[in-house]
Structure formats: structure tokens, C-alpha cells
């Protein structure tokens, strides 16, 4: 099993900064896929960004310039840096982890093991 815990989430207004943390322990191997989704309130969970075992990243079009996905040297901690914050993106925001390997991340919720409980995000406009 693989733990996710994510951090870093709140409120700020429109135009700022929040860096989000997920930390990954238990039977996690670095280099294994990870991912961060969202889900507002009344909408279905999405793809956000995406790294693979190359440290290949890949966003939603909706965050491409705005958000930057990245980790540690370990590569156990996944990092969210969200900048220019709208309204829109408020959210709950989830950590996720594939047990395994990939090359080619992908936005595809299907494609993950193992989730974190989420940390919420609000912005006001």
C-alpha cells in the first residue's frame, strides 16, 4: 500500500500563490507516476497535472502557464505550485499515485492506485 498525504491548501484571493505537498510513504518505489486531480463543488473529478517516471510532465490546457507540477530529488514529494489563481479554481485537490512505473503521464483518473484525502483550495475573486 501507498500513503498520500497532501498539504499546503486555503484561501487567498484572486491573483495569488498556494504550493501544494503530497507526500508519499508506505510501499512506494521513486519514480512511480503521480498525479494531481481537482474537484469543485457539483463537477466531476479532473486531471490536473501529471508527472511520469522521466519526470515528463503533462497539464490540462485549463492550468498549461499557470500551475507547475514537480518534486522533490527523492522524488516523494509532489509538489503543486499554482500561480495567477482564479475563482474557477477552486477546488478540492487530490494527490494520486500509480504503484508502477510509466513513461507518458497521464490526466486519466482510472489510470491511479492509490489517492490522498484531498486539501481544499478556495479562492475569492
Known amino acids: 500500500q501507498v500513503q498520500l498525504v497532501e498539504s499546503g491548501g486555503g484561501s487567498v484571493q484572486a491573483g495569488g500563490s498556494l504550493r501544494l505537498s503530497c507526500a508519499a510513504s508506505?510501499?512506494?518505489?521513486?519514480?512511480?507516476?503521480m498525479g494531481w486531480f481537482r474537484q469543485a463543488p457539483g463537477k466531476e473529478r479532473t486531471g490536473v497535472a501529471a508527472?511520469?517516471?522521466?519526470?515528463?510532465?503533462r497539464y490540462a490546457s485549463s492550468v498549461k502557464g499557470q500551475f507547475t507540477i514537480s518534486q522533490n530529488n527523492a522524488r516523494n514529494i509532489l509538489y503543486l505550485q499554482m500561480n495567477s489563481l482564479k475563482p474557477d479554481d477552486t477546488a478540492m485537490y487530490y494527490c494520486?499515485?500509480?504503484?508502477?512505473?510509466?513513461?507518458?503521464?497521464?490526466?486519466?483518473?482510472?489510470?491511479?492506485?492509490?489517492w490522498g484525502q484531498g486539501t481544499q483550495v478556495t479562492v475569492s475573486s
Open positions: 494520486a499515485a500509480r504503484g508502477a512505473y510509466c513513461y507518458g503521464g497521464t490526466l486519466y483518473q482510472g489510470y491511479y492506485d492509490f
Open positions: 508506505g510501499n512506494f518505489n521513486a519514480g512511480y507516476c
Open positions: 508527472i511520469d517516471s522521466d519526470g515528463k510532465t
